[in-house]
């Protein structure tokens, strides 16, 4: 079984419209993150959790917000999709220490919204 | 500010070919340095990483990066690529006193039987 696993994998939604990304992991790690990957810009940080009680905005968290339900449990919020949202979406799971930069990611969310 | 940049956005190889992808980076320390592989459909893997120490790293899949600190760089190289190795190569650095990564804009390989 995967390690950081994502769920939808793929979503159609509609401008204005509440979704809700999860993802969850098994690695036992506590610092969790999410990210969005789009075409010619790389991967930009939007909210990061470095264990239950601490949530942290990124460099693009306009329009997103996050809950950290449990250790393994991160989901993202788009309160009202609007189509430059549209994107493909990333958990990933780290340790501590110098492992904050060994991420593990799961296999992504493409989302787009019309 | 802290920044990564991957000039090349697309690269094509022959299979067996050798394969350099190249990383530039801006950080005031010495950098802790990272190339992520992204296959097609699936999320990022490490490949390797730069602490500190030999410059030269090796990584998974036959992957190896050289960090020069003279010219702010961290290329990737492998001396025989394989259809395998086609994907979305990023170079990031990660910033010690946020514990967070930067990524570069990514490099999508091509392979060529």
């Known amino acids: 079984d995967a390690d950081v696993t994502q769920t939808p994998r793929n979503r159609i939604t509609k401008t204005g419209k509440r979704i809700m990304l999860e993802c969850s992991q098994t690695k036992g790690h506590d610092r969790m993150y999410w990210y969005r990957q789009d075409p010619g810009l790389g991967l930009r940080l939007i909210y990061y959790s470095f264990d239950v009680k601490d949530i942290n905005k990124g460099e693009i968290s306009d329009g997103y917000s996050v809950s950290r339900q449990a250790q393994a449990k991160f989901s993202l919020s788009l309160e009202s999709a609007i189509p430059n949202q549209t994107a493909l979406y990333f958990c990933?799971?780290?340790?501590?220490?110098?492992?904050?930069?060994?991420?593990?990611f799961g296999p992504g969310t493409r989302l787009t919204v019309t | 500010a802290q920044s990564v940049t991957q000039p090349d956005i697309h690269i094509t190889v022959s299979e067996g070919a050798s394969l350099e992808l190249r990383c530039n980076y801006s950080y005031g320390a010495t950098p802790y340095l990272f190339w992520y592989v992204q296959s097609p459909g699936q999320g990022l893997q490490l490949l390797l990483k730069y602490f500190s120490g030999d410059t030269l790293v090796q990584g998974i899949k036959g992957f190896e990066a050289e960090f020069k600190r003279s010219q702010s760089s961290f290329n990737l190289r492998k001396p025989s690529v394989h259809w395998s190795d086609a994907a979305e190569y990023f170079c990031a650095v990660g910033v010690y006193n946020t514990d967070k990564l930067i990524f570069g804009t990514g490099t999508r390989l091509q392979v060529f039987p």
């Open positions: 990933a799971t780290s340790g501590l220490g110098t492992e904050t930069y060994e991420q593990y």
